[in-house]
């Protein structure tokens, strides 16, 4: 059947709904861009027309789904591990001022709106701008930029069966292109008119596999078109058949499963969608035409279910058990894969660093027998495995578990040899080892570690200040407080000059510590002029119940600083120590102070990418 008519029938939907969602504000008006994503794997061979082509022009010759969540754009990618593909996220920067880019926001008439689907027309041209690789995600990123060529030339090219390589079929080769549900409603319509026929006709015969597929087709073309009552109840028709007709592991069911819990998992309806999705991976499990790759996926959609209801420790247990599926499959980088994606969520259910740490030894035993010794992803493992072990080292508050701080160290180093070409985790690695250093009480070693972390930090690097102030504090320690003085001046400059919200907090804690360092060296006056710069910057972001031991430390030594000078004490002062004394009495109770404690500590790497994983989750 030609879809020609079709084609260009929802080519002209799109382009109206473009005209009415995104106007054109001003020429040169930077809200004029959109910043959408696409996550899939990609075949290796296909994957390299791409690589290759940086810099130069792609095309797409067909419809294209894009999210305007970078979260659900890597599920995509990342689900179904398998050799030879890569996974691959699409940042593609559209703009309303480029004529060819036709695009539209359809979240409003998708039955799963939660994934804030973005449709892209065809003919639209984009530039490779970069490809780079996320060694945290095993993943690649690939920017595009739309630019504007000849429109009309471009949308000729398209509707024409040209065999020309373009992005558009590298997307449809790697078999997670989705272009058929996007076809029109009109086309769905149509079906159902001659699927109502069909139904009627067949059920003369009574219940049979084919009306079966005739009720699970009419269900997913009614949920298409959003008449999602009647879509329900025809999918729901097809599994009493099913059930009666089909042995109870035919892979049919199990897909009539997944269609059931994905429509009520649009509709929030998390219970029951969890009870069709459980069903499904029990039937695929079981099926004769069983399917690793199918068997992966249902756990991931259970998995990801778990991650919208919010309980991780159930998406912890669901991966193990994909763990252990991928174990018997034998592909050991796809099992590498589960296993960091427990790492992740047993932070964000637990923070428990030591399981963490568990959990990702056994990911660089896998990779170490499928990847060389100084491969890259072994260093970043080893640097994660690392930072994992001196966090839970100071998790373990007040017993610190210094086993775990020794194999940090081994860990950190071996890291720091392998990933030494690499500034931007070299860094990093190099960082921890100066609070491995500290945690040891070996101070001068933390200082030439602390100061490599400088010169190796570019000037307008958002982590300067911070790494001046950790030099800082390491000169502290050792009561070297003129040098400590000078080093926090130079990161509350640099704080100072950052437009980042997020160093707020930092400057806060800044002046606390330097009006600390200037009471230890008697200069009072100087001290209590940066405690009181501290109070005003925390009143204007925070309240008094605030939980920021720099500010507890501040009401301490503000008030220790007014005794010894026997001057009374400020109202402010004496109201503030008062409220923050409670607060902490209360803290100190709780069973929280230890996960605080580790998070206030936190140069920024310990749980670096465990912390970048979650925010993005988030």
């Not at 309303?96 to 359809?106: D, K, L």
């Not at 398209?158 to 997670?176: F, N, P, W």
């Not at 806060?508 to 002029?529: D, E, M, N, Q, S």
């Amino acid at each position: 059947m030609k879809y020609r008519y079709f084609i260009v029938k929802l080519y002209n939907e799109i382009k109206k709904l473009h005209q009415e969602q995104f106007p054109i504000i001003h020429r040169d008006d930077s809200n004029n861009q959109l910043l959408v994503y696409r996550g899939q794997k990609i075949f290796e061979h296909d994957w390299k027309l791409l690589e290759n082509n940086v810099g130069g022009l792609v095309c797409i010759n067909s419809f294209l789904s894009t999210t305007l969540y970078e979260d659900i754009a890597m599920q995509f990618a990342l689900a179904c591990p398998e050799e030879k593909t890569v996974a691959v996220i699409f940042r593609i920067t559209l703009d309303r001022r480029v004529s060819s880019s036709i695009f539209a926001n359809i979240s409003g008439q998708s039955s799963m709106g939660y994934e804030a689907e973005v449709l892209l027309s065809p003919g639209i041209v984009f530039r490779v701008d970069k490809i780079a690789y996320d060694d945290v995600f095993d993943r690649w990123i690939v920017n595009l930029i739309a630019t504007d060529p000849d429109k009309d030339s471009l949308l000729s090219f398209m509707l024409s069966e040209s065999e020309t390589s373009t992005l558009g079929q590298v997307l449809y080769q790697t078999g997670e292109y989705e272009a058929a549900p996007c076809l029109g409603k009109g086309d769905y319509n149509r079906a159902l008119h001659y699927y109502r026929e069909a139904y009627e006709l067949e059920c003369v015969e009574g219940e049979t596999k084919q009306l079966a597929e005739i009720c699970h087709d009419m269900g997913f073309a009614y949920i298409e078109i959003g008449a999602l009552r009647l879509g329900v109840e025809y999918l729901e028709k097809a599994l009493d058949i099913q059930n009666t007709v089909l042995p109870a592991n035919h892979y049919h069911l199990g897909c009539t499963y997944t269609n059931l819990g994905d429509y009520y998992r649009a509709r929030n309806e998390s219970g029951q969608a969890l009870e069709y999705y459980q069903h499904a991976l029990d039937t695929f499990q079981c099926s004769r035409q069983h399917d690793n790759n199918i068997v992966a996926q249902a756990h991931f959609r259970i998995a990801q279910l778990y991650v919208y209801m919010h309980q991780y420790d159930m998406v912890t247990r669901t991966l193990e058990q994909l763990a252990k599926a991928y174990g018997r499959m034998a592909n050991g980088l796809g099992l590498a894969s589960v296993y960091m994606r427990i790492v992740i969520y047993t932070y964000y259910s637990t923070a428990n660093l030591k399981q963490c740490a568990t959990y990702t030894e056994y990911v660089l035993t896998i990779r170490r027998q499928h990847l060389d010794a100084d491969h890259k992803l072994i260093g970043i493992t080893h640097y994660i495995l690392g930072s994992l072990q001196l966090g839970a080292h100071m998790q373990c508050f007040p017993a610190h578990d210094f086993a775990a701080l020794i194999n940090g160290q081994k860990n950190l180093m071996r890291a720091a040899e392998i990933l030494k070409s690499c500034p931007t985790y070299s860094i990093k690695v190099i960082e921890n080892l100066a609070f491995v250093y500290r945690q040891l009480k070996l101070y001068d070693k933390k200082i030439v570690y602390f100061k490599q972390s400088i010169e190796h930090t570019s000037i307008d690097s958002e982590f300067l200040p911070q790494r001046y102030k950790n030099l800082a504090s390491a000169y502290g320690e050792l009561h070297q407080f003129k040098t400590a003085i000078r080093y926090l001046k130079e990161a509350l400059r640099l704080y100072d000059q950052s437009s980042k919200v997020t160093a707020d907090r930092q400057i806060i804690r800044c002046h606390a510590v330097l009006g600390t360092f200037y009471k230890y060296t008697k200069r009072y006056k100087l001290a209590l002029k940066h405690f009181s710069t501290a109070l005003s910057l925390w009143r204007m972001t925070a309240g008094p119940m605030d939980a920021d031991h720099s500010i507890g430390a501040v009401y301490y030594h503000t008030a220790d600083i007014y005794y010894k000078l026997r001057l009374p004490y400020p109202s402010s002062i004496a109201q503030y120590f008062y409220f923050w004394n409670q607060y902490r009495i209360g803290q100190m109770n709780s069973q929280r102070v230890a996960r605080s404690s580790l998070m206030d500590s936190d140069p920024g790497h310990i749980t670096g990418f465990l912390i970048h994983i979650e925010l993005d989750l988030g």
